[in-house]
């Protein structure tokens, strides 16, 4: 193949370059507010006990910080961390908040 057949025309360029921009925004999106709760939220809403969402703060599965010598975990983390196993998953469906979502995106 030749060079000229790799050539892209301006509109071409310009196409791909818009893509790739809207695609590195709506991937590089910062939670402005994010959600925090307190353990035994955490535990209410992801339908498991509270041993285990401690469990997941002592080996960072999930993003948490403290105020007041109290554990607040991130949200968004709690339910990626809740569908990293199946049987994690099972409870949050099953138990937790997962029992009102009718499908996940």
Do not use: C
């Not at 301006?10 to 402005?32: C, F, G, R, Y």
């Not at 925090?36 to 910080?65: C, F, H, M, P």
């Amino acid at each position: 193949m030749t060079q000229s057949q790799f050539d892209l025309t301006n509109d071409q360029e310009e196409s791909i370059n818009k893509e790739a921009e809207l695609n590195s925004v709506s991937l590089n999106k910062e939670i402005i507010k994010p959600i925090w709760l307190s353990v035994t939220e955490a535990k209410k809403l992801g339908g498991v006990q509270d041993k285990t969402i401690r469990r997941a703060i002592q080996y960072n599965y999930v993003k948490y910080k403290i105020v007041s010598n109290r554990y607040l975990i991130d949200f968004t983390s709690l339910v990626t961390y809740l569908h990293t196993k199946t049987k994690l998953k099972n409870k949050f469906n099953q138990f937790g908040l997962g029992q009102y979502v009718d499908k996940w995106k």
